[in-house]
């Protein structure tokens, strides 16, 4: 399984490409096994109360490509897709900030069964066939709920 999963992530992310792990990358405390042979410069979520707490503040280097640990929850910035915020985190909000502008909101933690309401996607690879999730697929989803370019309303 572990073979699989990696081969289907090395299959989608390119070298230069910036990921965000949001969390539950391992049980263990092997995590330096796997991300070393991950492609992409992979940023974890710092969340310490779930399963990565084992390995990941360890000050022992974790990954072969440059990353790095971020806050427990994150906004990102984009304009590729005309949306300027996408609020990460491990955990499904049912509110977010600018929700209601638009913004996006990916998490894990649900394994799929959290749906909410408005512009948000699980993107835990065992809701999405074992694949990370590229921004280009997130666009895709959120425009099936709905969403236009239109909606980036901030001021």
């Given at each position: 399984m572990d073979e699989e999963l990696v081969r289907r992530w090395n299959e989608v992310v390119e070298l230069d490409d910036r990921v965000y792990h949001l969390g539950d990358f391992t049980l263990g405390s092997n995590a330096a096994k796997y991300t070393k042979q991950?492609?992409?410069?992979?940023?974890?979520?710092?969340?310490?109360?779930?399963?990565?707490?084992?390995?990941?503040?360890?000050?022992?280097?974790?990954?072969?490509?440059?990353?790095?640990?971020?806050?427990?929850?994150?906004?990102?910035?984009?304009?590729?897709?005309?949306?300027?915020?996408?609020?990460?985190?491990?955990?499904?909000?049912?509110?977010?900030?600018?929700?209601?502008?638009?913004?996006?909101?990916?998490?894990?933690?649900?394994?799929?069964?959290?749906?909410?309401?408005?512009?948000?996607?699980?993107?835990?690879?065992d809701n999405n066939d074992f694949y990370p999730v590229s921004l280009e697929r997130v666009k895709e989803i959120m425009e099936e709920k709905g969403w236009h370019p239109e909606w980036r309303q901030y001021a």
């Open positions: 991950l492609n992409g410069h992979i940023n974890f979520l710092g969340t310490w109360w779930h399963h990565d707490r084992r390995w990941l503040f360890s000050t022992i280097p974790m990954w072969s490509a440059s990353g790095e640990v971020v806050n427990v929850m994150k906004s990102i910035y984009v304009g590729k897709f005309t949306v300027n915020q996408i609020v990460l985190c491990h955990y499904p909000f049912a509110i977010w900030d600018r929700k209601h502008y638009g913004a996006w909101h990916l998490h894990g933690h649900s394994h799929g069964r959290y749906k909410g309401e408005g512009f948000i996607h699980d993107v835990g690879v």
